[in-house]
């Protein structure tokens, strides 16, 4: 069984910054790349991020030069630092293996970007 949660999430301007944070434990060592995703209101969940178990890293368009993926210094841990945000970047942010793997899903951090 694998535990992810997710922190960080919070109200932000647009053009500010959040850095979300995602906690794994249990059997950790069966996930070999960690991903981002978002959902935002009436819209399905989509990735934003993953990084590979060799720190290769791939983003979406929409966020590529803005948010960075990247692993703690304990290896249980992911990070997204996220930049000049946009309200459009106003979601629900999941951290998940990549592929995504169901049973996985944790609650999620709630992201808005408004002024």
């Known amino acids: 069984q694998v535990q992810l949660v997710e922190s960080g999430g919070g109200l932000v301007q647009p053009g500010g910054s959040l850095r979300l944070s995602c906690a794994a434990s249990?059997?950790?060592?069966?996930?070999?790349?960690m991903g981002w995703y978002r959902q935002a209101p009436g819209k399905q969940r989509e990735l934003v991020a993953w990084i590979a178990s060799g720190d290769r890293t791939y983003y979406v368009d929409s966020v590529k030069g803005r948010f960075t993926i990247s692993r703690g210094n304990a290896k249980n841990t992911v990070s997204l630092q996220m930049n000049s945000l946009k309200p459009e970047d106003t979601a629900v942010y999941y951290c998940n293996a990549f592929p995504a793997v169901r049973s996985y899903w944790g609650q999620g951090t709630q992201v808005t970007v408004s002024s």
């Open positions: 249990g059997s950790i060592f069966s996930i070999n790349n």
